[in-house]
């Protein structure tokens, strides 16, 4: 799987949007782009994913570039409960080994008041 | 949909006790995964199961660790004997095709 950087903590005013970047320069193109959370003492939570469109759910929305090399995750309306950490994985899901999800360290977000 | 179900939640247990975790995956999941989470190391794959049947366990750290899948809604995974340096939160985690996967809350495993 694609290896995958992103800033190791980022900040947030409640209310506002959270922007989370992720570099995935060397993503293949069977490569799928995936976000995950871990809130305290939870097990990571989905969020979303996609291939090269841009995807938006109830929770998030994620805005892939052409190139595939970068994506960011967007919170539109942070809130203290979105404080957790974010991680960005790319995985193939054409099946096999490829199922294997591998996490990185992640992005502390911490949501201010 | 209860979601992933790990017990117990917490174990205290003595070096050189056997320890066994217990997951049942979300009903219809062919899929199922056990991580290991410490501070030091971050999340990591142990081993999974595809249909009952193991099919990547590179992640197993050694031959004291032991995982079996007797059927669809259930998982071990045993450790014998425990140590220490064995102490971490192990998650089970189950998928089937189309999203993401959905993890239990974790067993809490404590090694004295």
């Known amino acids: 799987d694609a290896k995958t950087t992103q800033p190791t903590s980022m900040d947030c005013a409640e209310g506002r949007a959270a922007n989370l970047p992720c570099n995935h320069s060397?993503?293949?193109?069977?490569?799928?782009v995936y976000w995950y959370r871990q809130i305290h003492s939870q097990g990571p939570q989905y969020i979303i994913h996609?291939?090269?469109n841009n995807e938006t759910n109830e929770m998030a929305s994620l805005i892939i570039t052409e190139d595939r090399k970068s994506s960011t995750l967007i919170l539109p309306h942070a809130t203290l409960r979105d404080t957790a950490v974010y991680y960005c994985?790319?995985?193939?899901?054409?099946?096999?080994?490829?199922?294997?999800?591998?996490f990185g360290k992640g992005t502390l977000l911490t949501v201010n008041p | 949909d209860a979601g992933v179900i790990q017990s117990p939640r917490h174990e205290v247990t003595e070096m050189g006790q056997e320890v066994t975790l217990r997951c049942k995956p979300i009903?219809?999941?062919?899929?199922l995964f056990w991580y290991r989470q410490t501070m030091m190391r971050g999340l990591e794959l142990l081993i999974y199961?595809?249909?009952?049947?193991?099919?990547?366990d590179s992640g197993m750290p050694e031959d004291r660790f032991s995982a079996k899948m007797p059927n669809a809604s259930f998982s071990t995974l045993k450790i014998q004997p425990s140590e220490p340096r064995d102490s971490a939160v192990y998650f089970c985690?189950?998928?089937?095709?189309?999203?993401?996967?959905?993890f239990g809350s974790g067993t809490r495993l404590t090694v004295v």
């Open positions: 060397t993503i293949s193109g069977n490569e799928y």
């Open positions: 985690a189950s998928r089937t095709g189309g999203n993401g996967y959905t």
């Open positions: 009903s219809g999941h062919d899929y």
């Open positions: 996609g291939l090269k």
């Open positions: 994985i790319v995985r193939s899901n054409s099946g096999g080994s490829n199922y294997k999800l591998t």
């Open positions: 199961f595809n249909n009952n049947v193991p099919i990547d």
